[in-house]
């Protein structure tokens, strides 16, 4: 592809064009991965923690470009790309006893020890909240509440019907909630 076709490509080729060009183009490629990698590390962080987020990010990507080829388009690029960031996910939950949620940036300021305190503990029971869910469950409300993808789109990256998947999101927060109440948080 000549260089003067690609800055279109950058700034007005649609997902979908931009994969057909990345299979032979490695400034397609990468246009792909400035488009995506925030969402996929955002993913990553909520589902395995922010200490092992860059750890997927780096793995889904390589599988995304060694898997191309292979892309059919039946679904959107980015389904596929929650799909394959999910399974990532999970092959990092599987080689860790436990999810280490509690290692990211402190919510409040520095010079207040108290609240960042408060913050610690806050984030530490909303993980144990979440890892009480079931997978589906848990599955389902990152991707909508973190990812912010809509129920169809969560429906198309888990391979589930939709009403499954509202149930999922509806189960899931009032599992949550009752959690949390019970642990003595007001949701």
Known sequence: MSDALFPLARTSLADADLVRLAVRDERAFEELVRRHAASVHRLAASTVGPGAADDVVQEVFISVHQNLKGFRGEASFSTWLHRITLNACARALRTRATLALDDGPELAAPHDPVR??????????????????????????????????????????????????KSRINRGRAALRAWLTRAGITP
């Open 116 to 165: 960042a305190s408060e913050q610690a503990q806050l984030r530490a029971r909303l993980a144990a909240g979440l890892q009480s869910l079931s997978a589906e469950q848990r599955e389902a409300l990152t991707l909508r509440e973190i990812a912010g993808l809509d129920y169809a789109e969560i429906a198309a990256v888990t391979g589930t019907e939709l009403g499954t998947v």
